[in-house]
């Protein structure tokens, strides 16, 4: 196996230090291969540029000539190879919307339990009914 040398550094853009401390903060790894850490680095580096590239093409960034956070967000949502993502790059919204969403769930959840004592009430008054009808 070929050990890396500083020419084949810059075969990759992403700085191998920060590749080599993100990959030691897993209590897994007790030490990391230079081969390891450069095809990490390198699938790493594609990978970022296949999500950039696929969420250009398919969003408003040839409109824009520009990718931007919603491209990204929209890709991650809709598309199944990227839905792990979801989580990371959520869709943006404004703080008044997100205000407004909390309330109605609040209200949402509030009227679901009243249901809910309700429901028990009901069936607590049809089983002292069926114990005097017996």
């Known amino acids: 196996a070929a050990r890396l040398s500083g020419g084949e550094n810059r075969l990759v853009s992403l700085p ?5 401390v993100i990959m030691k ?9 230079q081969d390891a850490l450069f095809l990490t680095a390198k699938a790493t580096e594609l990978f970022v ?23 990204l967000s929209h890709t991650a949502e809709e598309c199944e190879t990227f839905q792990f993502l979801a989580d990371i790059l959520p869709k943006k919204i404004l ?4 205000l407004k969403m909390l309330e109605k769930e609040k209200r949402d959840g509030a009227v679901g339990e009243d249901d809910e004592e309700d ?3 009901e069936d607590e008054d049809e089983t002292v ?3 005097v009808g017996s």
């Open 16 to 20: 191998l230090s920060r590749i080599r």
């Open 25 to 33: 903060s897993s209590p897994e790894v007790s030490s990391i291969n």
């Open 49 to 71: 540029q296949y999500l950039a590239t696929y969420s250009y093409k398919h969003g408003r960034g040839k409109e824009k000539n520009a990718l931007t956070y919603s491209d």
């Open 95 to 98: 703080a008044s919307k997100y």
């Open 119 to 121: 429901e028990e009430e």
């Open 129 to 131: 009914d069926e114990d």
